[in-house]
């Protein structure tokens, strides 16, 4: 019977490439199966037969826990060379964009309090 090992759903593409070659390494017979065609499905990545379950949960915990720490540190390090992008970078890179996505909240949050006070009143 299948067995899920690994979901596929906001995994970020060199992570799934990753995951792919460590099965592969590893010679845990998988196969993925995809969101379909309205993103409704659950991507992942399925044993085929249940014989090898112990030893992929335990391949993959082991190389979350070895992610985990490298993207952090990755993280931290892009930290303290100031590569790390932040709101105000992207209000000085596109303000027009940023402002009128403020407007378009203002807007919307206004027009239904503006209804309802006039239904009230």
């Known amino acids: 019977m299948p067995e899920l090992i690994f979901k596929l759903r906001n995994v970020p593409d060199d992570e799934v490439e990753e995951v792919h070659a460590l099965l592969k390494e590893n010679n845990i017979n998988y196969y993925e199966t995809s969101a379909g065609n309205w993103g409704v499905s659950m991507p992942a990545l399925w044993l085929k037969t249940d014989e090898q379950l112990l030893e992929a949960k335990q391949l993959l915990r082991e190389y979350q826990e070895q992610r985990a720490i490298r993207v952090k540190a990755e993280y931290e390090q892009d930290k303290a060379a100031g590569k790390n992008r932040t709101l105000l970078d992207e209000i000085k890179e596109k303000p027009l964009r940023f402002f009128t996505y403020v407007a378009i909240i203002i807007l919307l949050i206004y027009l239904p309090i503006?209804?309802?006070?006039?239904?009230?009143s």
């Open 114 to 120: 503006k209804l309802f006070v006039g239904l009230v």
